[in-house]
């Protein structure tokens, strides 16, 4: 897959895309699935001419699809975290009342 040097060769950057593309994971699980630096994979993005903003002056897909993604997670990470608080709050509450001999 690589060349000699170690420089990635076109089907492995094409196969790294494809994968990316295809997958609701963000860049960072993707690159390392893959074997590159997430700012790698966001630069062939950028190259690529199926994802590239270049061409348009509006975001392309790609980078529409990205941000969704992103976004998704970020949000997915905050449900989590704000059920995390919640029952630590119940917790902490429940410990306080007088007579529980806590």
Known sequence: MHHAEGVPNG????????????????M???????GISPSCLKRWLATDPKFSTRSSGSLSS?????ALREAHKWTESLE???????????????????????
Do not use: H
């Not at 089907?11 to 963000?26: G, L, N, P, T, V």
């Not at 960072?28 to 893959?34: E, R, S, Y």
């Not at 790609?62 to 990205?66: N, P, V, Y």
């Open 28 to 34: 960072a699980p993707v690159a390392k699935a893959v």
């Open 62 to 66: 790609g980078t529409e699809s990205e």
């Open 11 to 26: 089907e492995f950057r094409e196969d790294a895309i494809r994968i990316y593309k295809d997958s609701d994971a963000s």
């Open 80 to 102: 989590q975290e704000n059920e995390v608080l919640g029952r630590a709050a119940a917790y902490l509450s429940q410990a306080n009342l007088p007579g529980t001999g806590r």
